[in-house]
């Protein structure tokens, strides 16, 4: 079969004849799994992206749904046999189908190649034909619809001008006057654009024409978009008039990497599927350039990519390690002689991207090292965003033991006198998150309430939708913060804060920070009660299982295992849970009377005595670390 979303969602039988999908919310879920390329869609994603106020029985009629997709696609399927085309996984469905088989995976997969082989454009120009109107042009505008329909629409304008600029530079020009020209009219804001169009008039003999269309572009971006003309626009002009032969290649602009890192940018503040999409695309932008052998495209490409950081644990590890090899590989390749700004930048990437709790410490000491130098450099050249992307990074090497919350404060400071000075609403967002970090861990609920509401006000002009969702954690944990005072909620009231923050953040993108974060937030709950640890065997602990095992043990009486476990666990990583961890070592170390760890546990503590254990995370609490020393 084949499945088409760029224009009506539509699916159809191998003869051509068309599928019956039935009505505007079976094609919604159809649609959502298409967006989701064969990643799992949690059945409570679904419900969430097809209902702004979710019915009472939203579970089941998602599950109907699907039940009818999988009729009208497999009809053939014998009764109880497994489906092949929308399968179950874990708690969620996902679309298995090639990807050829449907249209916006072989459009990408079209842009991709022509991309890396400019003689396959011809195969881009079949992708582009494909397209009957806006992605998904009969599903709601849902957030995640809007955010796949822009991200699908910059593809294809990107595709219509790398097959224009390959087709010019081929001489195989004909037709494109005509079709530049209906797209610099339906889009009059891309240079790009017109660039071409004017090269397309030049070719055919049309001199004045190409200059009139350049004055027009001059027009139009200064009159409507407040745009000085770029370099290659000027270029081009400047050969016309001379009478530079129009048969050479034009090595004018490059769509490609560049476009691609500056979307992923955007795209990435976006949250959900479209932030996973972004840090795909960043990858291959810079693996792009890294082909082309060309060292400084590629340290532009990778410092085009300054997206705040909050979170001292990567969502994809082994990504994140490629780009610091990249960024690494290219100052070794630029040398000492590089412009200051492009070694802030790479270095400044290097600390971002060195995530603290996945590191060794060989690679710790080279990130942290890298973070200060970048500092250094940035302040020398006073320019502010780049100083305040360089202390995003000395921000995330701020945890080397517990007890600094004070010195991270200060950083949070200094990006938000930057980022308030010189309009930079991204780095107001994430300075606003780090202070609430701070006082939540040393206790200010107020003070950090009040950061909340700050990151709250510029998330909501600046659409950051990642920021509720974070500043919903925080919520949750000063509800179970208060659980433990007289008349304060209950502790179930204090659970289900929990449970419906981590239904908010399963869906964000972020799995670096998701995994292991509410059984975490639920044994420290348990703990502020005196109560034994969740024993649910379907709790997935993440990366917090060494720390919170000899507690599971404990709470099932099995101390002989709780001992072996105990003694396993590694030292805890230095990062957002540290103080937690480590809190958690002292409490079973003191518990299974194991005296050498509980004083090892207890001199790692003592800096961070009037903190609040698991707070810097400012999403839970385990309750003051001065108990557990206590």
């Given at each position: 079969m084949r499945i088409e979303v760029l224009g009506a969602v539509r699916a159809f039988h191998d003869d051509g004849s068309p599928i019956e999908l039935g009505g505007p919310r079976h094609r919604e879920v159809l649609a959502r799994l298409v967006a989701a390329e064969g990643r799992i869609v949690a059945t409570g994603t679904l419900v969430d992206d097809l209902w702004a106020d979710p019915p009472a029985r939203a579970v089941g009629a998602v599950r109907t749904?699907?039940?009818?997709?999988?009729?009208a696609l497999e009809p053939d399927r014998p009764p109880r046999t497994p489906p092949h085309v929308i399968v179950t996984e874990g708690a969620g469905y996902a679309l298995r189908l090639p990807r050829e088989d449907v249209d916006a995976h072989r459009f990408q997969d079209a842009l991709a190649r022509a991309r890396h082989s400019p003689g396959t454009v011809s195969g881009l120009g079949a992708a582009l034909a494909a397209w009957h109107g806006p992605a998904y042009a009969d599903v709601p505008d849902s957030p995640w619809a809007l955010r796949e329909r822009t991200r699908l629409e910059e593809l294809r304008l990107e595709a219509v001008e790398l097959r224009a600029r390959v087709l010019l530079d081929a001489g195989q020009d004909t037709g494109l006057v005509a079709e530049l020209g209906a797209h610099t009219d339906a889009h009059p804001g891309r240079e790009p654009a017109w660039v071409l169009l004017a090269r397309a008039l030049h070719r055919a003999g049309r001199r004045a024409d190409a200059l009139a269309t350049l004055r027009r572009a001059r027009t139009l971006l200064a009159d409507h978009h407040g745009l000085d003309p770029g370099a290659d626009l000027q270029r081009l002009e400047t050969d016309i008039l001379n009478a530079t032969p129009t048969t050479a290649p034009w090595t004018g602009p490059r769509l490609g990497p560049r476009t691609t890192v500056s979307l992923a940018r955007t795209l990435a503040l976006a949250g959900g599927d479209a932030l996973v999409r972004s840090r795909h695309d960043r990858l291959a932008a810079v693996q792009d350039a890294q082909r082309a052998d060309d060292p400084v495209l590629t340290a532009r490409i990778i410092a085009a990519y300054d997206v705040p950081a909050l979170w001292t644990r990567a969502d994809d590890p082994d990504q994140s390690r490629t780009l610091v090899?990249?960024?690494?590989?290219?100052?070794t390749t630029l040398g000492p002689e590089a412009p200051a700004d492009l070694r802030a930048r790479l270095l400044a990437t290097i600390a971002v991207e060195s995530r603290p709790a996945d590191l060794t410490p060989t690679e710790l000491d080279r990130a942290r090292q890298a973070a200060l130098e970048a500092e250094a450099l940035a302040r020398d050249l006073a320019d502010p965003a780049l100083l305040a992307f360089a202390l995003n990074g000395v921000f995330l090497h701020a945890f080397t033991r517990p007890g600094l919350a004070p010195a991270r404060d200060r950083i949070g400071a200094e990006i938000l006198d930057l980022a308030t000075r010189h309009d930079l609403d991204d780095y107001a967002v994430l300075a606003h998150l780090i202070r609430l970090q701070s006082a939540s861990a040393l206790g200010d609920l107020d003070a950090a309430s009040a950061h909340a509401r700050a990151a709250e006000a510029i998330a909501a002009t600046a659409e950051a939708p990642l920021v509720p969702v974070l500043t919903q954690w925080f919520r949750a944990r000063t509800t179970a913060a208060r659980s433990a005072e007289p008349g304060g909620p209950t502790p179930a009231t204090a659970a289900s804060h929990y449970r419906a923050a981590d239904n908010a953040l399963r869906t964000a993108g972020m799995p670096g920070l998701h995994r292991g974060l509410l059984p975490l937030a639920l044994?420290?709950?348990?703990?502020?009660?005196?109560?034994?640890?969740?024993?649910?065997?379907?709790?997935?602990?993440?990366?917090?299982?060494?720390?919170?095992?000899?507690?599971?043990?404990?709470?099932?009486?099995?101390?002989?295992?709780?001992?072996?476990?105990?003694?396993?666990a590694p030292e805890p990583p230095?990062?957002?849970?540290?103080?937690?961890?480590?809190?958690?070592?002292?409490?079973?170390?003191a518990r299974l009377d194991r005296p050498a760890l509980t004083a090892r546990?207890?001199?790692?503590?003592?800096g961070a005595r009037a903190e609040h254990a698991g707070a810097a995370s400012g999403m839970l609490t385990l309750g003051p670390v001065a108990r557990y020393l206590n």
């Open positions: 749904f699907v039940a009818a997709l999988r009729r090899a990249a960024a690494e590989h290219t100052l044994l420290g709950l348990r703990l502020l009660h005196d109560r034994p640890a969740p024993t649910d065997p379907h709790l997935d602990w993440g990366p917090y299982r060494p720390w919170a095992q000899p507690h599971i043990l404990l709470a099932q009486g099995r101390d002989t295992q709780a001992r072996t476990a105990l003694e396993a230095p990062d957002h849970m540290q103080e937690a961890l480590w809190c958690l070592t002292a409490h079973a170390a546990a207890a001199a790692a503590l003592h």
